[in-house]
């Protein structure tokens, strides 16, 4: 009995430290999660790396703008006739040369970032009855860039074409960009 009540505050105070560490433990356990938490991208984030688009229901000769990374791209699927004007050209006449070849994977595919390369306006052309400029592709209202069915910059101030994105074909009706 005497021991018993020698050991009762040892007990008790063994029991104290352990509820104590338990605690600690769970405050730091749950301080930890949303650290750990917070270094994973976001769900959304991951989401808008990638974007796959179904292109099976572009006519020829339509274009469809899709957003990746907050960006709109350009979904062109060419006609013959864009496709024969985007390779007969001479590299020496553009200011930022690069062979239609070099542009695309599937010739009737053309796949570019509509953001004008001068100061990030979105070129017209699109939709009918929207001006396609000078070589049939897009043109920049904001201060009159012209870019051809390669989405190449032909004239105006836009120092470079219009960038084509990381993009691979899923199959022949999706493509998956970024
Ligand atoms: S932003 Fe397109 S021409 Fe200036």
């Known amino acids: 009995m005497a021991s018993d009540k020698k050991d009762e505050p040892k007990s008790r105070r063994d029991f104290l430290n352990l509820t104590a560490g338990?605690?600690?433990?769970?405050?730091?356990?749950?301080?930890?999660?949303?650290?750990?938490?917070?270094?994973?991208?976001?769900?959304d984030t991951l989401a808008m790396s990638t974007t796959?688009?179904?292109?099976?229901?572009i006519?020829?000769?339509?274009?469809?703008?899709?957003?990746?990374?907050?960006?709109?791209?350009f979904i062109k699927h060419r006609t013959a006739e864009e496709i024969a004007e985007a390779k007969d050209i001479n590299l020496d006449d553009l200011r930022d040369p690069q062979t239609d070849?070099?542009?695309?994977?599937?010739?009737?595919?053309?796949?570019?970032i509509g953001i004008c390369t001068h100061l990030g306006c979105i070129p017209q052309g699109n939709k009918s009855?929207?001006?396609?400029?000078?070589?049939?592709?897009?043109?920049?209202?904001?201060?009159?860039?012209?870019?051809?069915?390669?989405?190449?910059?032909?004239?105006g101030p836009a120092p470079k074409n219009l960038?084509?994105?990381?993009?691979?074909?899923?199959?022949?009706?999706?493509?998956?960009i970024g």
């Not at 338990?22 to 938490?37: C, K, Q």
């Not at 796959?52 to 229901?57: A, K, W």
């Not at 960038?163 to 998956?176: A, E, K, Q």
Request: hydrophobic share 40%; glycine share 10%.
């Open 52 to 57: 796959e688009v179904d292109i099976s229901n």
């Open 129 to 155: 009855g929207q001006p396609k400029g000078d070589f049939e592709g897009w043109f920049c209202p904001c201060h009159g860039s012209h870019y051809d069915t390669s989405g190449r910059l032909r004239a």
């Open 59 to 73: 006519a020829v000769g339509e274009t469809k703008v899709v957003k990746w990374q907050g960006k709109p791209v």
């Open 22 to 43: 338990a605690m600690g433990a769970v405050g730091i356990g749950s301080a930890v999660v949303p650290l750990i938490d917070s270094m994973n991208p976001a769900a």
């Open 101 to 112: 070849t070099e542009r695309v994977q599937k010739e009737q595919w053309l796949v570019v």
């Open 163 to 176: 960038p084509v994105p990381p993009y691979s074909f899923l199959s022949d009706t999706l493509i998956r």
